[in-house]
C-alpha cells in the first residue's frame, strides 16, 4: 500500500496469510491519529499546543511522551550534536510551513536572534506524563522514525512487513523464502530514472537515510536545506550529500545520521564507528561513496 501523509510517500509492505489487503486498508487511519499529535504543520497539534506552553508543566499523551523521550535520547547519545530544539532555527531560514507550500526564493535571509536552549532543560516525568520545555521542539525525522517503527510493531502480529516512511524504513520478520527484505538505497537527488547506488537486506533493524539533497529551497539568494547545525542555527555546511544508517532503533539511526552530516566523512565516520549496534554508509557530494566496514554486511 501507498499513500501520502506526514508531509512524505509512505510505502507498507505485509507478507502474511491473512486478508493483507485488508489489514492495509485499515494502517493509515491509524497514521493519521499520530500525525494529529507529532505534526508541527498542524495548529490544533498536541505538539503545536505544546509548544505553547513552554516553561510549563503539560500532561501529555502516551505517543507524545515516547517521541519527547526519544529526542531528548537522541541528544543525549550524541552529546547535544543533535538537538531537538531548533524549531525557531527552522522557521527563521524559511522552513515555516509544509515543504509543499515553501515559496522558492521570496523569503528574505533570516537568522534566529537567541541563543539555541539546552537540550538538558527539556524535562520529563515519565511517571506523570508530562513535560516540560525549555523552547520549541521539532520532532521532525525523529517522529518519522517513531512512526515507522510503531506502525512495523503493529503490524508484525500479522506477519512479515517493511514500513517505508519518506526513507526511514522499519523492518520486522522476512518475506517468504527470504532472509530479508530487499531494500534499494538510492543516488543522491532519489531521481527516478537512477538506479540505486546498492541493495541491503534487513530483518527486525531499521535504516534511515537523510541527506542535504532533498527539501532545498532560496530564501533570497541563498540556498537552504533542512538539515541545521545546531552549533550555527544554519543549514549544516557539510561535504556529504546523503547519508544511510542501520540501527535496531529508528529515531537513534535519525540522530545519528544528522550528527554524521553535521560532522563530515571523516569526523562522522570516525564517530558512527565507535557507536554500538550501528552500521552507516555516506555518499560524497562528489558522488564517492563510503561505508563502515559492518555495512557490507548488508549489502547484496
Wanted: aromatic share 8%.
Amino acid at each position: 500500500m501507498s499513500f501520502r501523509a506526514m508531509g512524505c510517500q509512505m510505502n507498507f509492505w505485509l507478507d502474511t496469510d491473512l486478508d493483507g489487503q485488508a489489514i492495509l486498508q485499515e494502517q493509515p487511519s491509524h497514521v493519521e491519529v499520530l500525525e494529529n499529535c507529532l505534526s508541527r504543520f498542524r495548529s490544533n497539534s498536541e505538539l503545536s499546543r505544546l509548544n505553547t506552553r513552554l516553561g510549563e508543566w503539560v500532561t501529555v499523551s502516551p505517543t507524545l511522551l515516547a517521541n519527547i523521550q526519544a529526542a531528548k535520547q537522541g541528544a543525549r547519545s550524541t552529546n547535544g550534536l543533535y538537538n531537538p530544539l531548533i524549531l525557531d532555527a527552522l522557521e527563521a531560514v524559511g522552513y515555516d510551513r509544509t515543504f509543499e507550500d515553501i515559496h522558492f526564493g521570496t523569503s528574505s535571509p533570516a537568522t534566529p536572534t537567541t541563543k539555541l536552549a539546552d537540550w538538558h532543560d527539556i524535562k520529563v516525568d515519565v511517571r506523570g506524563q508530562r513535560v516540560c520545555l525549555p523552547a520549541r521542539i521539532d520532532l521532525g525525522g525523529v517522529a518519522k522514525g517513531w512512526v515507522a517503527q510503531y506502525m512495523a510493531n503493529r503490524l508484525q502480529a500479522h506477519g512479515a512487513c517493511l514500513i517505508d516512511i519518506g526513507g526511514d524504513i522499519a523492518a520486522r520478520g522476512a518475506p517468504s523464502g527470504e532472509q530479508g527484505w530487499k531494500i534499494a538505497v538510492a543516488e543522491p537527488g532519489n531521481r527516478s530514472d537512477s538506479p540505486p547506488i546498492l541493495h541491503i537486506a534487513l530483518s527486525d533493524s531499521c535504516v534511515v537515510t537523510s541527506g542535504t539533497d532533498y527539501r532545498r529551497w532560496y530564501q533570497g539568494a541563498h540556498p537552504r536545506h533542512h538539515i541545521i547545525d545546531p552549533a550555527t542555527q544554519m543549514p549544516v555546511k557539510t561535504d556529504i550529500a546523503t547519508v544511510t544508517v542501520i540501527h535496531p532503533h529508528a529515531p537513534s539511526a535519525e540522530a545519528y545520521a544528522k550528527v554524521i552530516l553535521i560532522l563530515g566523512i571523516e569526523i562522522g565516520l570516525e564517530w558512527i564507528n565507535k557507536q554500538t549496534r550501528t552500521a552507516a554508509m555516506v555518499v560524497r557530494h562528489d558522488g564517492r561513496v563510503f561505508a563502515t566496514d559492518n555495512f557490507l554486511a548488508y549489502v547484496v
